[in-house]
């Protein structure tokens, strides 16, 4: 029997899925799982698919399976898992074998797996994978690091499983070590922030203006077929029109309002930290799911605090507002890609990825959770102008802005009026003010720095007094 062409190890949802995906595209694929079990049921289910899958209970039988040098995907839960599967798998393998990591890994895992195999002759690939189960099977996006020439040995196999964007597949090589992983903790980190600002604008429909779930539904339907196309958008609009089978009432109001995170997001927030790049919008929707969870502790502060103020909106023309929340939604948007753009930008310049922006756009335009008309525009911004400082100063996104930026606004004010928490709007918001903003504030906080803690300053006319005259008695304006 010939050799398979690609393993992979973990038949749970997303691996299950990427190796039916793999097989349909006529490569012939060996899988395993640590619970036999598992593969076996598998296999049974594979129907059609059966004659290109070689199902293998241990280890060696896998790897003999595998046609060298032997690409072996390991899609299993991430974090100490991995590093005890590649522990398992290391005695079996070859010179110039590859072990591809396609879970949500830290990338700086990824970067020490990488080291740590420096000197073995086997190499090793960090692969984001984005588009969940239905992606998987389909065609996902996929963020490929690692050396180039790993990459090379499964270029052909990935771009056959991979979603297609007019014809273009949603996937490459984007750097060396931990660059794919990197790429994939920011999609993430992004896919909070629109998530969170759909939910801020369905709290304002809800608790604002008193719309049923089902009419908040048709909005994002409307909204789908304009400028905010989208898949989460598209989501959204079904979700708020399912009903509960247990009650018939819409589910998503049986739903308890507490996000679980799995660290994508948080890490996105970190490493934006420690590059000193502002990622507000992103920070803000972190905030949100923490708070989210702390139900009770909600509760309890509802009970002694009350809520704020005016409980609903007090909207003129509804028609207008709802059109507002639309741009608001884009303005938005707009801010949080901006930073997660941004926190990229630095991130190569820090590890040397030399990460490609307009590719990054193009293998999200379809096949992940973020996928959008909107990248499409990205894509076509970046690629015009590739050493833009910000993605809101390139032509057409400045235009934008500008457009969708008084919507913003506008909703933010009411929201706050209303009491309405709209923590990740409010973010996008205060950083277009202060990144636009020539002038800012920071004087008074050189000046407080130097004051108490002699820490200088740089003056505005570069004269080469940087210490202020504290406890000298120069009055100003005396
Ligand atoms: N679900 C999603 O939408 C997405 C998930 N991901 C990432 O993909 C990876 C897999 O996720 P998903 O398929 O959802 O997870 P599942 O929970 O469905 O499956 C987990 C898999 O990991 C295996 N596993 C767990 N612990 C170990 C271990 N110590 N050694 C070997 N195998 C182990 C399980 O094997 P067993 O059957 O023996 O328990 C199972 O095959 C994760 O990193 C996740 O973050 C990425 C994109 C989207
Ligand atoms: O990677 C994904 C989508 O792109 C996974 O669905 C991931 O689990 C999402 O993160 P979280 O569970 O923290 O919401």
Known sequence: MAQAEIGLIGLGVMGSNLALNIAEKGNKIAVFNRTAERTREFYEEAGSLKDQIVPCETIEEFVAAIRPPRPIIIMIKAGDPVDQQMELLKPFLEK????IDAGNANFRDTMRRFDALKDSGLTFIGMGVSGGEEGARHGPSIMVGG??????????????????????????????????????????????????????IYGILRDGLNMS????????DTWNKGRLNSYLIEISGTVLETADPLTGKPIVDMILDKAGQKGTGKWSVIEAQNMGVPA????????????????????????????????????????????????????????????????????????????????????WRAGCI?????????????????????????????????????????????????????PALASALGYFDSYRRGRGTANMIQAQRDFFGAHGFDRIDGADNHHGPWGSGLVAGA
């Not at 779930?213 to 994002?220: D, L, P, R, S």
Request: aromatic share 6%.
């Open 370 to 422: 973020i996928r959008s008309q909107f990248l499409d525009e990205i894509t076509s911004a970046f690629t015009a102008a590739p050493d833009a400082a910000n993605l809101i100063v390139t032509p057409a996104f400045s235009t934008m802005v500008k457009e969708t930026d008084g919507a913003l606004r506008r909703v933010v004010s009411a929201a706050v009026l209303a009491g309405l928490p709209v």
């Open 280 to 363: 507000t919008a992103i920070e803000a929707a972190v905030a949100a799911r923490s708070l989210s969870s702390m139900k009770d502790e909600r509760e309890a502060a509802e009970k002694t605090l009350g809520l704020p103020g005016l409980s609903a909106l007090s909207v003129s023309d509804r028609d207008a507002f709802i059109k507002d929340l639309e741009s608001a939604l884009l303005a938005g948007k707009i801010g949080a890609y901006a930073q997660g753009f941004a926190v990229m930008s630095a991130a190569s310049k820090e590890f040397g990825w030399n990460l490609p922006m307009p590719t990054i756009a193009k293998i």
């Open 96 to 99: 110039n074998d590859i072990m």
């Open 213 to 220: 779930a089902t009419e908040i539904g048709k909005v994002f």
């Open 147 to 200: 050396k180039e020439d790993s990459w090379k040995r499964v270029e052909k196999v990935l771009t056959s499983i991979a979603a297609k964007y007019n014809d273009e597949p949603c996937v490459a090589w984007l750097g060396e070590n931990g660059a794919g992983h990197f790429v994939k903790t920011i999609h993430n980190g992004i896919e909070y922030a629109d998530m969170q600002m759909i939910a801020e």
